[in-house]
């Protein structure tokens, strides 16, 4: 069945450092990828989302590729702030899953001052 | 903005106890479901509805009760409580789309309910 895999964390990070955290995926069909954010005490929003291969999606800084040859996603950003502290979920649906979503466990990042 | 409500954001309950967690979505979405998520186990599937009156189990179903009599509305039963349930509730809601065999479009999730049974 479909499945995602992201990096463990925490990730510990000083302000204005660069941030990739990976994100590779199995699924059959032609999936939607997704990165969801968590922010303390909140439920999870939507980060930034590509529904097709090679697209790359983008918001607030933070991008991401959907690489069908590698089956990855990976969340980068060039210069993180201390706001961005959160756990980060990468997340597939489609394909001949529907659309129910599959998540990743999430990985917890911290951004230090 | 999607909103979805959860009607409140901590419960405790006492073992056996039959528990009601609300949620309502101001989107007209037909798509609901409802998740728990503890520490190291990441998000979990308990149910969803693709339509009123329409309910699938998802990955841990056993102990757990959906109701969707109205198109905004999703409620989880706890039958009878335990304290292996105790854990922050996630109600989520998605459009559904013809393209992409629905899956393109995102989940809008509540803020949560932090539920205890002692």
């Known amino acids: 069945g479909n499945s995602v895999t992201q990096m463990e964390g925490p990730v510990t990070l000083s302000e204005e450092a660069f941030l990739t955290i990976n994100c590779t995926y199995t699924a059959t069909g032609y999936p939607s990828l997704f990165w969801y954010v968590q922010y303390p005490g909140e439920g999870l929003q939507l980060l930034l989302k590509?529904?097709?291969?090679?697209d790359k999606g983008s918001n607030k800084g933070f991008e991401a590729t959907y690489r069908k040859e590698t089956t990855s996603f990976h969340l980068e950003k060039g210069s993180v702030q201390v706001s961005d502290s959160a756990v980060y979920f990468c997340a597939l649906s489609g394909g001949t899953g529907g659309f129910k979503t599959i998540f990743g466990a999430g990985t917890r990042l911290f951004v230090k001052a | 903005d999607v909103k979805v409500t959860q009607s409140s954001r901590y419960l405790v309950k006492r073992t056996g106890e039959k528990v009601f967690l609300e949620c309502v979505q101001d989107?007209?979405?037909?798509?609901m479901f409802w998740y728990r998520q503890d520490p190291g186990l990441g998000l979990r599937l308990i149910y969803f509805?693709?339509?009123?009156?329409?309910?699938e189990k998802g990955d841990i179903p056993e102990g757990y009760s959906v109701s969707r009599e109205k198109k905004e509305r999703f409620s989880l039963i706890l039958e009878s409580a335990s304290t292996n349930q105790t854990s922050m509730y996630l109600c989520a809601s998605s459009l559904y789309s013809k393209t992409g065999q629905g899956g393109n479009q995102p989940q809008h999730f509540g803020d949560g309910t932090r539920l205890s049974i002692l």
């Open positions: 509805s693709y339509d009123v009156k329409m309910k």
């Open positions: 989107m007209d979405h037909e798509n």
């Open positions: 590509a529904t097709k291969a090679d």
